[in-house]
Antibody
Framework: EVQLVESGGGLVQPGRSMKLSCAAS????????MAWVRQAPTKGLEWVAT????????YYRDSVKGRFTISRDNAKSTLYLQMNSLRSEDTATYYC???????????WGQGTLVTVSS | DVVMTQTPVSLSVSLGGQVSISCRSS???????????LSWYLQKPGQSPQLLIY???NRFSGISDRFSGSGSGTDFTLKISRVEPDDLGVYYC?????????FGAGTKLELK
């Protein structure tokens, strides 16, 4: 069974940094592209970043480019999202997702809430 | 960016009834490889989204045949027949054809 468990969320001040992790199990992590999708409170879904199966390619939405870095450690079956220069508009639940056959968000974790506030 | 427009915003249905949700994209979702990466997701109250339909009309593993997807190009539809209590929540369409990947604003399915 595919399991994705996010961690690392919490309250952080504007301008500070935070690193999210996603521990994957139940499948061969190194075979699949992964992504982060976020959802602001009471709002819809917003794609944040994607990384290829081997980490060689990464893609970001414009609003996080230069501030967020997606990475992975295939030996640890773990996905990361390093978030710098956080803004209030980054407040959201961040979901770790796994791709399948070109479908970017086939499996979802339970999410971790990031609140950016002073 | 590809804008995904979902209608209606909300929908009231009786148990056992049928509903349709429309999703339109501002550009064709046909990828260079010939596939159309249009998916449908359901987010039940207090839960993470789950994949229902991928590549327009393919049901994901374990998804009931009461859910069906159709469409092409820029115009897509999700139909739910014989609605059950567990179907309630917010439905999103999403495109994975080109970056940035985008989602519709959601359609909330409620009981009448």
């Amino acid at each position: 069974e595919v399991q994705l468990v996010e961690s690392g969320g919490g309250l952080v001040q504007p301008g500070r940094s935070m690193k999210l992790s996603c521990a994957a199990s139940g499948f061969t992590f190194s075979n699949y592209g992964m992504a982060w999708v976020r959802q602001a409170p009471t709002k819809g879904l917003e794609w944040v970043a994607t990384i290829s199966y081997d980490g060689s390619s990464t893609y970001y939405r414009d609003s996080v480019k230069g501030r967020f870095t997606i990475s992975r450690d295939n030996a640890k079956s773990t996905l990361y999202l390093q978030m710098n220069s956080l803004r209030s508009e980054d407040t959201a639940t961040y979901y770790c997702t796994r791709a399948l056959l070109g479908i970017p968000f086939a499996y979802w974790g339970q999410g971790t809430l990031v609140t950016v506030s002073s | 960016d590809v804008v995904m427009t979902q209608t209606p915003v909300s929908l009231s249905v009786s148990l056992g009834g049928q509903v349709s949700i429309s999703c339109r994209s501002s550009q064709s979702l046909v990828h260079n490889n010939g596939n159309t990466y249009l998916s449908w997701y359901l987010q039940k109250p207090g839960q993470s989204p789950q994949l229902l339909i991928y590549k327009v009309s393919n049901r994901f593993s374990g998804i009931s045949d009461r859910f069906s997807g159709s469409g092409s190009g820029t115009d897509f539809t999700l139909k739910i027949s014989r609605v059950e209590p567990d179907d309630l929540g917010v439905y999103y369409c999403g495109q994975g054809t080109q970056y940035p990947y985008t989602f519709g604003a959601g359609t909330k399915l409620e009981l009448k």
